[in-house]
């Protein structure tokens, strides 16, 4: 292990899923942990109505090898999500984990990470500072794996999927291929009875097939936040949404305003924005600079933006 690893995970927790409220549903799935090894807090009940209720959790899952439209899916709902107070839940791996564990964090929020390794050996080596950032901003990385235990990638990582469900209210599958992991994480969900979504996507995508096949298979179709949160708070989150929805899309200035609504009808590309709306191109780079600067557009890379 790095010397980075070996100086800030010193130490770790070893519990029983009953030890602890917040992880005591897993002693309710089929193969249940015997033990959980953990780094950070795991989360607390929390005070409404004058109880103490579990947090709303959302396991947000998919493909390694995302897509633009993957990215910004994943992390528009877990920071959305994130901000209501919702734990996001992920498996620490490249793609759509890691963009949802990050948009939790740049929201402000809690994010949990279940691993397929043994709790020493955070997996990939290369988000070992996400790893941190999770713990630092008092969220957990869990394992049911002990320190140093032999494991087969193929075998454990799939094992794992059914924790990430089973500590979730919801699981979102945002991209998947016809054979993925994450088709195995929303069979688990399906079996632990919890509602499970899959985004929408191109018929002509690899990595769509296995979203498309699940909302054919009686999956829901996710669409936006709203049908996430409308299944979390039905009562509280109905007269957020109509207010939002009534709230006019303006920026400071015709050109920021216009951009916004481009964004807002589905264009993400500059050179289409550009076509579209008439700006021209340095009308469009200072406007789109001074609205990613006041945190109401985000750059996507290649010149490709959206509402953040």
Not at 8 to 35: C, G, R, S, Y
């Amino acid at each position: 292990m790095s010397t980075l690893f070996n100086t800030f995970f010193k130490k770790f927790n070893q519990i029983t899923p009953l030890e602890h409220i917040f992880t005591e549903v897993l002693d309710t799935i089929a193969l249940k942990p015997k033990t959980l090894y953990f780094y950070g807090k795991m989360p607390e009940n929390i005070a409404k109505n004058g109880k103490l209720i579990r947090p709303k959790t959302v396991a947000i899952v998919g493909s390694r090898r995302n897509t633009r439209y993957g990215e910004e899916v994943a992390y528009q709902l877990a920071y959305k999500l994130a901000t209501q107070g919702v734990i996001v839940i992920s498996g620490l791996a490249y793609g759509i984990d890691s963009i949802a564990h990050k948009a939790a964090l740049d929201a402000g929020g809690r994010t949990v990470a279940v691993l397929g390794t043994p709790i020493d050996q955070i997996y990939p080596k290369s988000h070992q500072k996400l790893a941190q950032d999770i713990i630092k901003q008092d969220g957990a990385i869990i394992s049911e794996l002990a320190p140093g235990a032999k494991f087969l990638p193929k075998i454990s990582f799939l094992e794992r999927n059914r924790l990430i469900s089973g500590l979730s209210d919801i699981v979102v599958v945002v991209e998947a291929a016809a054979r993925s992991g994450s088709l195995n994480t929303a069979a688990h969900a399906l079996e632990q009875g919890k509602e499970v979504f899959a985004v929408p996507g191109n018929i002509t995508s690899p990595l769509s097939a296995g979203c498309n096949k699940l909302i054919c298979q009686g999956a829901s179709p996710y669409v936006c936040p709203d049908d996430i949160l409308g299944l979390l708070f039905p009562k509280e989150y109905t007269k957020k949404s109509q207010a939002a929805r009534q709230k006019p899309l303006f920026g400071d200035t015709e050109e920021e305003t216009t951009i916004l609504k481009a964004l807002y009808d589905g264009l993400r590309d500059g050179e289409d924005i550009i076509a579209t709306t008439k700006l021209s191109t340095p009308a469009f780079n200072q406007a789109i600079t001074l609205l990613e600067i006041k945190g109401q557009v985000r750059a996507l890379g290649a010149n490709h933006w959206s509402l953040a």
